[in-house]
């Protein structure tokens, strides 16, 4: 059994006020806890059902069995998954390493889910460090960890004065704007910055003016605008296959 | 005004069983609706406030003003943007032209999002024709269509028997599976197919045997799976730049 002030202290995690203040977040499912539990992130606890207790060997794990309803009352998703976990964030306040790096940089991505999926989509290019502006979506929204599918656990992501950090980096900085050259004729460095803007708004002027060089992805039809994770795609594949 | 009985016909799109077999559906705002003035698409009527009635010039046009209270009754979106239009279908019964061109096919992508921001993508890079299976999510979803943002009025979109399709076409068929032949390496043709697949299940084994050459998105890290219309992006950016 949960006892009442445990499971609204979980519930509450569904606000916004919550998930941004605490130092933990909560991350469902047995395919994402596994894959925590293989990782450097530390539980501080697990809620699970007898099932997926039963199957665990680590007796350092502290798990707390709880009845499905009782899952089901804790759950974010539509249907609980047979654990929740309560995992301490990670907050990168040591300096980050730019200079041997591509870094990927987020500037205004407001949908929770768009940005997960390019978390995501950076994972599988092999892309491990991403910077975002403070009016980015957060990583630990319940929305932008679950659409990672996990590539959390293998992708930085910082959010920061993204202004401070390009001028203090001496590194190209490369940004996806409607006018500039085709990402086609454009070689991407090894080390350096690639700029990827809200889709509507694009990237802000005080940061459009610290890009070293404007790329683009030519538009064969008409369509208004690309979405910005099929842009970090075609942009991060670009930079893969050159 | 409008008639109870009008705004009860038009908030019933909300539902699937409105929209799937009403003859019409549902496009809101200005810009997409001056797009469809400017299309061959044929609309029915036209709802608006007074402000965008009277920027009206084309007298043929079956406007009815109404009150801006009346517009939030009857919007789907969060807030109502100045003009509701009701549009016919396009159903494509005759037959589809595939020997002269690229024809991208859908199997079982079934979020309305995601099927919406794939029309854009290929709106984007000069891909006009689409066949979607039966299960994957239908063009007239209002969901789909507003994330089109007006690609649908370029991109044809089928939804069909895409085994029949494929079977019937003496025609190169591309497939996105996890194991193929690098897109790097990959030369696509100007006509032929290229099927993506579910997110998570992938494309169903009765389209996969019809599969002339598999194709994959080489993976670099660790992701789980790339999303489809990131997937579509990247394809047709190769497409194009090859």
New interface residues.
Partial sequence: MINKNELKYIQSFAHKKQWAQESVFIVEGPKLVAELLDSDWIIDKIYANVEWADMQTDPSLNIQVVEDFELEKMTQMQKANQVIAIVEKKLYMKPIEFETQFTLVLDGIQDP?NMG?II?????????QIITSEDTANLYNPKVIQST???FL??RVASMDIAIVLKAANLPIYGALLEGSSI?QTNLPTAGFVVIGNESKGIRPEIISLITQAIS???????????A??????IL??W??Q
Same sequence: chains 1, 2.
Avoid: Q
């Fill in positions: 889910g999926t995501r989509t950076a994972d599988w290019f092999g892309c491990t599918m996990g590539s293998r992708v086609y992805i030519p538009k064969f039809g008409s369509a208004e605008s690309l979405n994770a099929v842009a970090t795609g075609v594949s670009h893969k296959s």
